[in-house]
C-alpha cells in the first residue's frame, strides 16, 4: 500500500525540486558503502536508490560529482576504492562515470570546473582522508571548491556529522535529494501518523543495541512483537530458562520495564510462544535442531529461530495491522536452516496490504534475498541511520538542510 500523500507534508526540508540546477555543478553525497566480493560490487541496492537525483539533476542540466565513503579505510586503501562502484553505477545510469583518482585538491577542481552539463564524474573514497570523520571545515570547505551547490542522498549516512554529509552543508545552498526526503517520509511518516492497528516486530541478536528503539515505539504501537536473539533476555526476564541461547541476564530489568509499559497501557506483546533450538547456532547445529515449547528448551541448547506457532501468531498480527515496522531478524537468518520465521515475517508483511516498512540492515538484507523488496511500502537503505530516526534522534546530515 503507498503511503498517504498527506505525510509529504511531513518533510519540510529544501529538495532538488526547489533548486534551479540548470548549468550548476552539483557535489552529490551518496551512501555507496556497498559490500563488495573479488574487486565488484556484490549488492548494488543503495547504487540504485540514489539513481532517481543523480538522473533528475543531470536531465535539469546539471553536472554531478559524486562523494561517498566505502568501508572504515585507515588512511589510502586500494582494497576500499570506489572503482568497482563507478563502474556498475555506469552500467546503471548508461553513461560514462568517471572515477578522480582524488576528492579534493587543485586536480579535483579543476576536473570540476571542467564539467559541462550532464557529466558524471565520482570522487574517490572520501574516508582516505581522516579529516571526512573529523568533520574538519577546512576540509568540508575543499571538498565545496569548484560546485556551486549541495546534496544529501546519503540516507545511510545521515547519522554521521562528517565532512561531506555536514560540515559541507555550512559552505554550499544545501538540499535534500529523492532518496533523502522518500526515507524521512517512510520512517517518519510511520511514528507520526501511522493507520492504526500499527504493529512493529522488532528483532535481532542483542536486546542493548535496540533498547532506545523499543523506547520510542512503545508509546506509539498496538501490537509490540519481540523475536530473535533479543527474546531470549525477555524470556529470563518472565522467569523461563533459555539455555545456551544468546541473551543479556543484565538487560532482564529493563526488558521487564518495557514488557509492564506495553501490557499496563492494553497493548498487546507477542514473544515467542515455540523455538526452534539447537546444539549449536551455525551450520553444523542444523541436523540437531527441534522446535519446542518456551518453557521446555533444553538446557544443552541456543534458540535460533522462532517456531510455527509463534508464527501463526505473528501471522494473525500482521493481517490485522494498517501498518508494519519491522527491523532485525527473528532467528539466525544467515543460517538457511533458521531462517524460517524471519523469511515467513517477509513473506506475510509482502502480503498483507498493510503499509509495510522495513529498516535497514538486516532485515533489509533478508527481503532482498527473499525477492520482496518491491512489495513493500518502503525498505530503507540505512540500518544505523533508520535505527537512529526510529529512537527519535536528530540526524546531523539532515538538520544541516534548510528548510523550505
Ligand atoms: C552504513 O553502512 O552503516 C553507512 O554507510 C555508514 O557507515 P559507517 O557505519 O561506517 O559510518
Ligand atoms: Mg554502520
Not at 541476564?249 to 533450538?277: F, W
Not at 494473525?316 to 495491522?321: D, E, H, K, Q, T
Request: proline share 6%; no cysteine.
Amino acid at each position: 500500500m503507498p503511503l498517504a500523500a498527506s505525510t509529504a507534508a511531513l518533510f519540510h526540508k529544501r529538495t532538488i525540486r526547489d533548486a534551479d540546477v540548470r548549468g550548476k555543478r552539483a557535489l552529490v553525497r551518496v551512501d555507496f558503502n556497498v559490500p563488495l566480493e573479488n574487486a565488484s560490487v556484490a549488492d548494488d541496492t543503495r547504487i540504485r536508490a540514489a539513481l532517481p537525483t543523480v538522473r533528475a539533476l543531470l536531465k535539469g542540466g546539471a553536472a554531478v560529482g559524486l562523494v561517498s565513503h566505502l568501508g572504515r579505510p585507515k588512511g589510502r586503501d586500494p582494497k576500499l576504492s570506489l572503482a568497482p562502484v563507478a563502474k556498475r553505477l555506469a552500467g546503471l545510469i548508461g553513461q560514462p562515470v568517471a572515477l578522480l583518482d582524488e576528492y579534493v585538491g587543485p586536480e579535483v577542481e579543476r576536473a570540476v570546473r571542467a564539467m559541462n552539463p550532464g557529466d558524471l564524474v565520482m570522487l574517490e573514497n572520501v574516508r582516505f582522508h581522516p579529516e571526512e570523520e573529523k568533520n574538519d571545515p577546512a576540509f568540508a570547505k575543499q571538498l565545496a571548491a569548484g560546485f556551486d551547490l549541495y546534496v544529501n542522498d546519503a540516507f545511510g549516512t545521515a547519522h554521521r556529522a562528517h565532512a561531506s554529509t555536514e560540515g559541507v552543508a555550512r559552505f554550499l545552498p544545501a538540499y535534500a535529494g529523492l532518496l533523502l526526503e522518500k526515507e524521512l517520509v517512510a520512517l517518519g511518516g510511520i511514528l507520526d501518523q501511522p493507520k492504526r492497528p500499527f504493529l512493529a516486530i522488532i528483532g535481532g541478536a542483542k536486546v542493548s543495541t535496540k533498547m532506545d528503539v523499543l523506547r520510542s515505539l512503545v508509546p506509539r504501537v498496538d501490537t509490540l512483537a519481540i523475536g530473535g536473539g533479543m527474546a531470549n533476555t525477555f524470556l529470563l526476564a518472565m522467569g523461563r530458562e533459555v539455555g545456551r541461547s544468546l541473551a543479556e541476564p543484565d538487560k532482564e530489568t529493563e526488558a521487564r520495564l518495557v514488557t509492564d509499559e506495553v501490557e499496563g497501557n492494553g497493548k498487546e506483546l507477542l514473544l515467542p510462544v515455540d523455538v526452534v533450538a539447537a546444539p549449536s547456532a551455525d551450520a553444523d547445529g542444523a541436523s540437531g535442531a527441534a522446535t519446542y515449547d518456551v518453557d521446555e528448551v533444553p538446557s544443552h541448547l541456543a534458540i535460533v529461530d522462532v517456531g510455527p506457532r509463534t508464527i501463526d501468531r505473528y501471522a494473525r498480527v500482521i493481517g490485522n495491522a494498517k501498518t508494519i515496522f519491522w527491523n532485525g531478524p527473528l532467528g539466525v537468518f544467515e543460517v538457511p536452516a533458521f531462517a524460517n520465521g524471519t523469511r515467513r515475517v517477509a513473506e506475510l508483511m509482502a502480503s498483507s496490504g498493510a503499509t509495510t516498512v522495513v529498516g535497514g540492515g538486516e532485515s533489509a538484507q533478508a527481503v532482498e534475498e527473499a525477492g520482496l523488496a518491491d512489495k513493500m511500502t518502503h525498505v530503507s537503505t540505512g540500518g544505523g541511520a533508520s535505527l537512529e530516526l526510529i529512537e527519535g534522534k536528530t540526524l546531523p546530515g539532515v538538520a544541516a538542510i534548510p528548510d523550505r
